[in-house]
C-alpha cells in the first residue's frame, strides 16, 4: 500500500472513531440526564405522598376521606411493580376529594387547611412536571438508541431500554381547568 | 324500633355485603321495625324505598379487591343529614373499618352504634396513620358483630375487645324451589360457579385448571360460570377442545342465579382465601345443590366439617377434580350431601338470624335515648 493511501486509511479510521465515540458519548449524556430526571420525578411523588399523609393525619377531612388517603399514600410508596397504579390511584382520591363542591366550607377558616392545600398544589405540579420531562428524556433516549448506529455498535451497553411512566395525575375532574394551562390544579 | 343500617359499599354493585344488608332489611321489616338504610349508589331510581342514596361510589383497591367507596364532605353531609333526619333508636353501620359511609357514620353520630365485620383481611395496613383516625370513630361503637370467626379474628386483631357472632343469613325459601335453566344439567352432567371470574380469591382459576382434567375424562361434562367479569379472559385459559363446554352466563339476576343453583350436579365454591363467610355457599346450601369447596376454615364450619358438601384442599386443582369426579359418579352421595345441606343452612336463615340481631340492638339499647347528633 503507497504511503498516501495509507495515511488516508489512517485518516478516515480516526474519524469513524471519533465519530462513534461522540455518538457513545452523546447516549450516555442522555442517560445520565434520564437518570436524573428519574430522582426528580421519584422525589416529586414522594413528596406527594408525605403531602397525602399529612393530609390524612391532619383531622381536616373526613374519617372515610382519611384513611383512604393514607393506604393510597402507603401503597403508592411501597409498590414496585404496580407503582403506575397505585400513584394513579392516589391521584384519583385526591380528585375525588377536592373535585366536591362542599370541600370549600368543610376547610374554611380550619388552622393549617389552606398552607396544606397549597402545598398539595403545588407536589402535584412538581409530579407534573417531572413526568413531563422524564417522559420526554426517555423518548429521546429510546431514539437515540433505536438508531442504526447504536444498535449494530451496541453503544448503550447493558443499560436496560427505558420505560414511559405513565399515571393519572390530574387533580381537577376534566373540563374543571379553567386556568389556560395543562398543570394540574385543585378544583375552585 | 327505629333502625339505621349503614351500607358502605355502592348498592349498584352486587356483592356479600350489599346483600346481607338487603336482606337484614328486609328480615327486619318483617317484624315490624321501621328501617332506613344509606348507601352509595349510582342509580337512585333503581333503589327500594327504604334506601337513601348518599352519591356516586368511586372504585379503589380495598383490603386485596377493588370496593366503590364513598367519602369526602359531600358524603359526610348526607350521612350528618340522614342521621339526624332518622332520630334512629340504632344505628347498625357495616364493615366500619371500610373507608367509606360507615366510618363517617361512626364519626358524626353519638348514641347507640352496632357494627358488623363482614370481612377478614390479615392486619397489612402498617400505618401509624390509620390507627388514630380508625379509634376515634369506632371507639364510638358499643356493639359489635362478627359473621365469622375469621372476621371475628380480624376485629380482635385491628381494635381489640370482642365481638358476638352471628353468621351471615341466606333467604332459605328464596333458594328453595326453581326450574333449571333449559337443556342443564343434561346427560353428560354439569358443574356450577357462581362468583366475580376476576377476582383471584374466588378460586374461578383452580376450577378451570380442575375442569381441564376431568373434562377430558368425561366427554359430555359441561360447566356453568355465572358472575360478572370478562369472558374473554376466562375463555382464553380454558383449553380449545374444551371451550364449548365452558359455558359463560356473565352477571345474571337474581331469579337466574337461583336457577343456576339448581341447574348443576355439582357446585363448586374453590375461593382461596379472604372469604369470611361465603354468601354464596349459603345459597347453594339452600337450593340444596351437592357442592364441592375448598377447606377454608370458614366453609368448613359452615358445611359441618364436610358432612354438608365435600371439601377439597384449597387450591389444589387436582384434589377438586378427584372430588367432583366421586360426586358425579355418585347419584346416592349427592343425594345425601343435599339434604344434609339442606338442614345445615336453616341456621343461618334470616328468620332465625335477625333475631339475634335484635337482641344485640336491645343490648346496646339505653333506657330511652334515641340518636342525635
Same mark, same amino acid.
Given at each position: 500500500?503507497?504511503? *498516501?493511501?495509507?495515511?488516508?486509511?489512517?485518516?478516515?479510521?480516526?474519524?469513524?472513531?471519533?465519530?462513534?465515540?461522540?455518538?457513545?458519548?452523546?447516549?450516555?449524556?442522555?442517560?445520565?440526564?434520564?437518570?436524573?430526571?428519574?430522582?426528580?420525578?421519584?422525589?416529586?411523588?414522594?413528596?406527594?405522598?408525605?403531602?397525602?399523609?399529612?393530609?390524612?393525619?391532619?383531622?381536616?377531612?373526613?374519617?372515610?376521606?382519611?384513611?383512604?388517603?393514607?393506604?393510597?399514600?402507603?401503597?403508592?410508596?411501597?409498590?414496585?411493580?404496580?407503582?403506575?397504579?397505585?400513584?394513579?390511584?392516589?391521584?384519583?382520591?385526591?380528585?375525588?376529594? &377536592?373535585?366536591?363542591?362542599?370541600?370549600?366550607?368543610?376547610?374554611?377558616?380550619?388552622?393549617?387547611?389552606?398552607?396544606?392545600?397549597?402545598?398539595?398544589?403545588?407536589?402535584?405540579?412538581?409530579? &407534573?412536571?417531572?413526568?413531563? &420531562?422524564?417522559?420526554?428524556?426517555?423518548?429521546?433516549?429510546?431514539?437515540?438508541?433505536?438508531?442504526?448506529?447504536?444498535?449494530?455498535?451496541?453503544?448503550?451497553?447493558?443499560?436496560?431500554?427505558?420505560?414511559?411512566?405513565?399515571?393519572?395525575?390530574?387533580?381537577? *375532574?376534566?373540563?374543571?381547568?379553567?386556568?389556560?394551562?395543562?398543570?394540574?390544579?385543585?378544583?375552585? | 324500633?327505629?333502625?339505621?343500617?349503614?351500607?358502605?359499599?355502592?348498592?349498584?354493585?352486587?356483592?356479600?355485603?350489599?346483600?346481607?344488608?338487603?336482606?337484614?332489611?328486609?328480615?327486619?321489616?318483617?317484624?315490624?321495625?321501621?328501617?332506613?338504610?344509606?348507601?352509595?349508589?349510582?342509580?337512585?331510581?333503581?333503589?327500594?324505598?327504604?334506601?337513601?342514596?348518599?352519591?356516586?361510589?368511586?372504585?379503589?383497591?380495598?383490603?386485596?379487591?377493588?370496593?366503590?367507596?364513598?367519602?369526602?364532605?359531600?358524603?359526610?353531609?348526607?350521612?350528618?343529614?340522614?342521621?339526624?333526619? @332518622?332520630?334512629?333508636?340504632?344505628?347498625?353501620?357495616?364493615?366500619?373499618?371500610?373507608?367509606?359511609?360507615?366510618?363517617?357514620?361512626?364519626?358524626?353520630?353519638?348514641?347507640?352504634?352496632?357494627?358488623?365485620?363482614?370481612?377478614?383481611?390479615?392486619?397489612?395496613?402498617?400505618?401509624?396513620?390509620?390507627?388514630?383516625?380508625?379509634?376515634?370513630?369506632?371507639?364510638?361503637?358499643?356493639?359489635?358483630?362478627?359473621?365469622?370467626?375469621?372476621?371475628?379474628?380480624?376485629?380482635?386483631?385491628?381494635?381489640?375487645?370482642?365481638?358476638?357472632?352471628?353468621?351471615?343469613?341466606?333467604?332459605?325459601?328464596?333458594?328453595?324451589?326453581?326450574?333449571?335453566?333449559?337443556?342443564?344439567?343434561?346427560?353428560?352432567?354439569?358443574? @356450577?360457579?357462581?362468583?366475580?371470574?376476576?377476582?383471584?380469591?374466588?378460586?374461578?382459576?383452580?376450577?378451570?385448571?380442575?375442569?381441564?382434567?376431568?373434562?377430558?375424562?368425561?366427554?359430555?361434562?359441561?360447566?356453568?360460570?355465572?358472575?360478572?367479569?370478562?369472558?374473554?379472559?376466562?375463555?382464553?385459559?380454558?383449553?380449545?377442545?374444551?371451550?364449548?363446554?365452558?359455558?359463560?352466563?356473565?352477571?345474571?339476576?337474581?331469579?337466574?342465579?337461583?336457577?343456576?343453583?339448581?341447574?348443576?350436579?355439582?357446585?363448586?365454591?374453590?375461593?382461596?382465601?379472604?372469604?369470611?363467610?361465603?354468601?354464596?355457599?349459603?345459597?347453594?346450601?339452600?337450593?340444596?345443590?351437592? /357442592?364441592?369447596?375448598?377447606?377454608?376454615?370458614?366453609?368448613?364450619?359452615?358445611?359441618?366439617?364436610?358432612?354438608?358438601?365435600?371439601?377439597?384442599?384449597?387450591?389444589?386443582?387436582?384434589?377438586?377434580?378427584?372430588? /367432583?369426579?366421586?360426586?358425579?359418579?355418585?347419584?346416592?352421595?349427592?343425594?345425601?350431601?343435599?339434604?344434609?345441606?339442606?338442614?345445615?343452612?336453616?341456621?343461618?336463615?334470616?328468620?332465625? /338470624?335477625?333475631?339475634?340481631?335484635?337482641?344485640?340492638?336491645?343490648?346496646?339499647?339505653?333506657?330511652?335515648?334515641?340518636?342525635?347528633?
Amino acid at each position: 500500500m503507497s504511503t *498516501p493511501a495509507l495515511l488516508t486509511t489512517i485518516a478516515v479510521i480516526a474519524v469513524i472513531s471519533v465519530y462513534i465515540s461522540w455518538r457513545a458519548g452523546r447516549l450516555d449524556r442522555m442517560h445520565a440526564r434520564l437518570e436524573a430526571a428519574r430522582a426528580s420525578l421519584d422525589a416529586a411523588l414522594v413528596r406527594r405522598s408525605s403531602v397525602a399523609l399529612e393530609l390524612a393525619s391532619s383531622g381536616l377531612l373526613d374519617p372515610a376521606a382519611s384513611l383512604l388517603l393514607a393506604d393510597l399514600a402507603h401503597d403508592a410508596r411501597s409498590a414496585s411493580a404496580g407503582r403506575e397504579l397505585a400513584e394513579s390511584d392516589l391521584t384519583r382520591a385526591l380528585r375525588a376529594v &377536592f373535585s366536591q363542591p362542599e370541600v370549600g366550607a368543610s376547610l374554611l377558616g380550619r388552622e393549617g387547611a389552606d398552607e396544606l392545600l397549597a402545598e398539595l398544589e403545588s407536589t402535584a405540579h412538581q409530579v &407534573f412536571l417531572a413526568r413531563k &420531562f422524564y417522559n420526554s428524556a426517555v423518548a429521546a433516549t429510546v431514539a437515540a438508541r433505536r438508531r442504526w448506529l447504536a444498535r449494530v455498535l451496541r453503544l448503550a451497553g447493558g443499560a436496560p431500554m427505558p420505560e414511559f411512566f405513565e399515571i393519572d395525575d390530574t387533580l381537577a *375532574p376534566a373540563g374543571m381547568d379553567d386556568q389556560g394551562t395543562d398543570m394540574p390544579h385543585l378544583s375552585g | 324500633m327505629r333502625i339505621g343500617l349503614v351500607c358502605p359499599y355502592s348498592w349498584d354493585v352486587p356483592g356479600g355485603v350489599q346483600e346481607h344488608i338487603r336482606d337484614l332489611a328486609e328480615a327486619l321489616i318483617d317484624l315490624g321495625h321501621e328501617v332506613s338504610v344509606i348507601s352509595p349508589a349510582d342509580d337512585d331510581d333503581a333503589l327500594p324505598d327504604y334506601v337513601v342514596p348518599a352519591g356516586r361510589a368511586v372504585a379503589f383497591p380495598y383490603n386485596g379487591s377493588v370496593a366503590r367507596l364513598a367519602f369526602g364532605p359531600l358524603s359526610a353531609n348526607r350521612v350528618r343529614k340522614w342521621v339526624r333526619d @332518622g332520630n334512629f333508636d340504632v344505628l347498625h353501620v357495616h364493615e366500619p373499618a371500610a373507608p367509606s359511609l360507615s366510618l363517617l357514620a361512626c364519626w358524626v353520630a353519638d348514641g347507640p352504634i352496632v357494627a358488623t365485620m363482614h370481612g377478614a383481611n390479615p392486619r397489612s395496613r402498617a400505618l401509624h396513620v390509620a390507627e388514630p383516625i380508625l379509634r376515634s370513630a369506632l371507639e364510638k361503637i358499643s356493639g359489635r358483630i362478627a359473621v365469622s370467626e375469621a372476621a371475628r379474628t380480624t376485629l380482635v386483631e385491628h381494635l381489640g375487645g370482642d365481638a358476638v357472632l352471628i353468621p351471615n343469613g341466606v333467604n332459605v325459601s328464596r333458594f328453595a324451589k326453581a326450574e333449571p335453566l333449559p337443556g342443564w344439567p343434561g346427560e353428560g352432567g354439569a358443574i @356450577g360457579f357462581l362468583g366475580r371470574m376476576d377476582e383471584p380469591r374466588k378460586g374461578l382459576s383452580v376450577l378451570l385448571r380442575a375442569f381441564e382434567v376431568i373434562g377430558r375424562q368425561r366427554p359430555g361434562l359441561r360447566l356453568l360460570i355465572a358472575g360478572p367479569g370478562d369472558a374473554e379472559e376466562v375463555t382464553a385459559k380454558v383449553p380449545a377442545e374444551l371451550r364449548d363446554r365452558v359455558v359463560l352466563l356473565g352477571q345474571v339476576s337474581e331469579p337466574v342465579k337461583v336457577q343456576v343453583y339448581h341447574s348443576v350436579d355439582v357446585f363448586c365454591a374453590p375461593n382461596t382465601g379472604g372469604e369470611s363467610f361465603g354468601v354464596v355457599l349459603a345459597e347453594a346450601m339452600a337450593a340444596g345443590a351437592p /357442592i364441592v369447596a375448598s377447606d377454608l376454615d370458614a366453609f368448613r364450619r359452615v358445611l359441618r366439617g364436610g358432612r354438608a358438601g365435600e371439601l377439597f384442599e384449597n387450591g389444589n386443582a387436582d384434589d377438586l377434580a378427584a372430588a /367432583i369426579g366421586r360426586l358425579l359418579d355418585d347419584p346416592a352421595r349427592r343425594a345425601e350431601l343435599s339434604a344434609a345441606a339442606c338442614a345445615a343452612v336453616r341456621d343461618y336463615d334470616w328468620q332465625t /338470624i335477625v333475631r339475634d340481631v335484635v337482641k344485640v340492638y336491645e343490648a346496646v339499647l339505653p333506657t330511652a335515648a334515641a340518636i342525635a347528633l
